[in-house]
């Protein structure tokens, strides 16, 4: 079995922030598992969505490479646990919204892909 590296994370977290950018749901797949979930606070409200209702969103959503929204993205934190288990803390803007999102990531079948994310929104940008 391979140890994970950080490449090998970094790599994967570069594919998560591509799909938050181009909202390209063609490469959904390559970023998160099927049976992951989403879970944030909107409005006060527990929103929770299943992979495919994620989906959506992003088919849905006003690409903000489409709109020239300035691309802001970092990693905080990287805790890989286990060759195959990696908790990744990310910061992405998206259009005007920033959130800090907790991304648990498994590698199977060779591949990192994410199996939950949990969002906060940390701020509207000016």
């Known amino acids: 079995m391979t140890t994970a590296t950080p490449a090998d994370l970094e790599s994967a977290v570069r594919r998560y922030f591509d799909l938050m950018y181009d909202c390209d749901v063609q490469h959904f797949d390559e970023v998160f598992h099927p049976t992951a979930q989403l879970h944030g606070m909107i409005g006060g409200q527990l929103t929770v969505w299943p992979n495919s209702a994620y989906r959506e969103v992003l088919a849905n959503r006003i690409p903000p490479c ?3 929204a300035p691309r802001e993205e970092e990693i905080l934190l990287v805790d890989a646990v286990g060759d195959d288990q990696a908790l990744v803390k990310v910061r992405v803007r998206i259009h005007d919204k920033v959130f ?20 906060h929104l940390e701020r509207v940008a000016s």
Request: avoid cysteine; charged fraction near 20%.
């Open 66 to 68: 489409a709109a020239r």
């Open 100 to 119: 800090v999102d907790h991304l648990s990531l498994l590698r199977t079948g060779g591949s990192w892909r994410i199996t939950a994310k949990t969002f």
